[in-house]
């Protein structure tokens, strides 16, 4: 039960925060959520993931206030590239020549190498508002929510991935 309570406290933090960088949902316009139940979801899980990375790095008030801002911008833009790399990936057919299949991959590498770069730009930015062991934080939380969700939605086999015990 304890756990539950802490995953409470944590999403409603995560609520406070979202409320409080609105930029983050002016940026979308709300496209990137959809609407209904999977709108809703990712919002849950767009929640849960703003309250697992303020805990893991311990972000102070006036920290989240200058870090959510920017790191909302950092991840609409990885998301594109992300969206741009995914597309050029699925583009290869059988009908295309061995030239186009080249050109396609440089594209996709080329896609990868701004993604890389984008890090490293805002790897900078961020150590403008968090301590550098904040920002290494940052980015082991990011990889370790993921591998969580991950982890949850293959343990769930269909059923809710709330733990009862």
Do not use: C
Request: hydrophobic share 40%.
């Amino acid at each position: 039960m304890s756990a539950i309570s802490s995953v409470l406290r944590l999403v409603s933090l995560a609520v406070l925060l979202a409320a409080a960088a609105p930029a983050a949902h002016a940026q979308g316009g709300g496209q990137g959520l959809g609407g209904g139940r999977k709108g809703q979801r990712l919002g849950q899980l767009e929640n849960a993931k703003i309250a697992f990375i303020t805990n893991r790095v311990s972000l102070t008030q006036e920290q989240a206030q200058k870090f959510w801002p920017l790191y909302n911008e950092f991840s609409a833009r990885r998301r594109e590239l992300n969206r741009s790399g995914r597309l050029l990936r699925r583009d290869v057919t059988e009908g295309m020549t061995d030239q186009q299949i080249r050109d396609t991959f440089n594209q996709a590498f080329a896609t990868r190498q701004q993604e890389l770069n984008l890090e490293k730009e805002y790897f900078d930015k961020f150590q403008k508002v968090i301590s550098l062991r904040q920002v290494a934080q940052l980015f082991q939380a990011e990889r370790d929510f993921t591998k969580e969700v991950i982890k949850r939605v293959a343990g769930a086999g269909g059923q809710a991935a709330v733990d009862t015990n």
